[in-house]
């Protein structure tokens, strides 16, 4: 591999193997010929729908449609994110409640329960769920989302931005 | 008759407290078609019903 700073009328160039890949203006501004930020693995996955929850039961979110999925790692069958790449990621869930009674929306690492995303109150509609930070070892580790009421009821309103299932790396 | 239905009227002292994610019994489903299922049963004093004794109950 060869680097090469050459100057140019208004700065310079740096090119690696006779390929400028930053130009350098005089006044120190760096432009590279590539987006300098990596591709991060990133998903959102969503309920357009509604879904049924029978009474005191732990129901898994089938969040069905898919607004992006960089590395192809959520499974829109068995509504589970397995990242591709070991590292901390950010997972973010929201549940629509028609109803609520003691709900809960519980965050499932390899089938077991991990972390309440959320949960308050009884009686009025609304929304519920949270966020959390989770170790993934990029190869077997799968999330899930689920949900708890005591009395059964629906979920979802119909509309994209109330039942949501999103994550993205922060860190490796 | 849902599941939970079937456990509390075979166990009428059960409460939904028994059942909420800090509780001693566990129902679940995995959105996958086979529907509720026990996932867990720690209750004290109570034994886990059997399916014969859930099919009992109409």
Redesign the interface.
């Given at each position: 591999m060869t680097i090469s700073i050459k100057p140019t009328a208004s700065g310079s160039t740096i090119e690696q193997d006779g390929s400028t890949i930053l130009t350098v203006d005089g006044s120190g501004n760096i432009t590279p010929s590539n987006n300098l930020y990596p591709k991060v693995p990133a998903f959102i996955a969503y309920n357009d729908g509604t879904?049924s929850l029978?009474?005191?039961?732990?129901?898994?979110?089938?969040f069905d449609h898919e607004e992006a999925d960089t590395e192809n790692a959520y499974d829109t069958t068995?509504?589970r994110y397995t990242p591709t790449v070991a590292g901390y990621y950010q997972i973010n869930a929201k549940v629509y409640y028609t109803a609520t009674?003691?709900p809960?929306v519980?965050l499932f690492k390899n089938s077991t329960?991990v972390n309440?995303l959320g949960g308050a109150g009884s009686g009025a509609l609304g929304m519920q769920g949270g966020s959390a930070l989770v170790y993934m070892n990029g190869t077997t580790d799968y999330l899930e989302v689920?949900a708890?009421n005591?009395l059964?009821i629906t979920l979802g309103a119909g509309a994209s931005n109330l039942m949501y299932f999103n994550g993205f790396l922060v860190s490796v | 008759m849902t599941l939970y239905e079937k456990i509390t009227t075979l166990y009428t002292e059960l409460t939904s407290d028994d059942f909420a994610p800090e509780g001693t019994i566990m129902l679940q489903n995995d959105s996958d078609g086979k529907g509720d299922y026990i996932k867990e049963w720690n209750h004290p004093t109570l034994a886990k019903p059997t399916q014969e004794q859930l099919d009992g109950i109409q």
């Open positions: 879904q029978s009474a005191a039961t732990s129901t898994k979110l089938v068995n509504y009674s003691n809960f519980m329960n309440r689920y708890y005591n059964a | -």
